[in-house]
C-alpha cells in the first residue's frame, strides 16, 4: 500500500500562485508515475499533469505554461507549482500514482485531495 497526502491548497486571487505537495509512504516512490487531477464541483474528476520517475512530464492544454510537475524522489514527494492561476483552475487537487496516463484509470493510488480555491 502506498499512502499519499496532498498539501498546500488554499485560496489565493487570480493571477497568483501555489504550491501543492504529495508525500507518499508505505512504498518505493519511485516505482510509480506520479499524477495530478483535480476535480471542480460538479464537474468529473480531469487529469492536469503527470511525471515519470525519471522526470518525463505531460500536461493537459489549459495548465501548460503556467503549472510545472516535478518530484524528489529522494524526498518521497511530488510538487505541483501553480502559477498565473485563474478562477477556472478552482478545484479539489488530487495527487496519484500508478502508471503514467492521463487516464485516472492508470493510477491504483491517491490521496484525499486539497482544496484550491482561486478568486477573481
Known amino acids: 500500500q502506498l499512502q499519499l497526502v496532498e498539501s498546500g491548497g488554499g485560496l489565493v486571487q487570480a493571477g497568483g500562485s501555489l504550491r501543492l505537495s504529495c508525500a507518499a509512504s508505505?512504498?518505493?516512490?519511485?516505482?510509480?508515475?506520479m499524477a495530478w487531477f483535480r476535480q471542480a464541483p460538479g464537474k468529473e474528476r480531469e487529469f492536469v499533469a503527470t511525471?515519470?520517475?525519471?522526470?518525463?512530464?505531460i500536461y493537459t492544454d489549459s495548465v501548460k505554461g503556467r503549472f510545472t510537475i516535478s518530484r524528489d524522489n529522494a524526498k518521497n514527494t511530488l510538487y505541483l507549482q501553480m502559477n498565473s492561476l485563474k478562477p477556472e483552475d478552482t478545484a479539489v487537487y488530487y495527487c496519484?500514482?500508478?502508471?503514467?496516463?492521463?487516464?485516472?484509470?492508470?493510477?491504483?493510488?491517491w490521496g484525499q485531495g486539497t482544496q484550491v480555491t482561486v478568486s477573481s
Open positions: 496519484a500514482a500508478g502508471t503514467m496516463s492521463t487516464w485516472s484509470e492508470a493510477y491504483k493510488y
Open positions: 508505505g512504498r518505493t516512490f519511485s516505482n510509480y508515475a
Open positions: 511525471i515519470r520517475s525519471a522526470g518525463s512530464t
